[in-house]
């Protein structure tokens, strides 16, 4: 059974940083992609970054060049680097397992970014 927890999530100010760390349980996390998502209160779920298993990765247009996801296969951990954040960046965060069979997500990490 694969599980998600997410960590990392503060209140900041505008123009600082966070990293972000999810660990997952379970068999076979080297070759599932992963991604990080974030929901705004009254907004939809949107991507913010993904990762497959060989290392590509793939940012939302919003994020390019403040983000950057990495994985660390010998730990189970996709982490997400955000730096010079902005108070639009404010969401709840969550972690994304894709598997062939399902999609597993986190319970969410709280980012705000205060002005």
């Known amino acids: 059974q694969v599980q998600l927890a997410e960590s990392g999530g503060d209140l900041v100010q505008a123009g600082g940083s966070l990293r972000l760390s999810c660990a997952s349980s379970?068999?076979?996390?080297?070759?599932?992609?992963m991604g990080w998502y974030r929901q705004a209160p009254g907004k939809q779920r949107e991507l913010v970054a993904t990762?497959?298993?060989?290392?590509?990765?793939n940012y939302a247009d919003s994020v390019k060049g403040r983000f950057t996801i990495s994985r660390d296969n010998a730990k189970n951990t996709v982490y997400l680097q955000m730096n010079s954040l902005k108070p639009e960046d404010t969401a709840v965060y969550y972690c994304?397992?894709?598997?062939?069979?399902?999609?597993?997500w986190g319970q969410g990490t709280q980012v705000t970014v205060s002005s």
């Open positions: 379970g068999s076979f996390f080297s070759i599932s992609a």
């Open positions: 994304n397992r894709k598997t062939t069979t399902r999609d597993y």
């Open positions: 990762i497959t298993p060989y290392g590509s990765t």
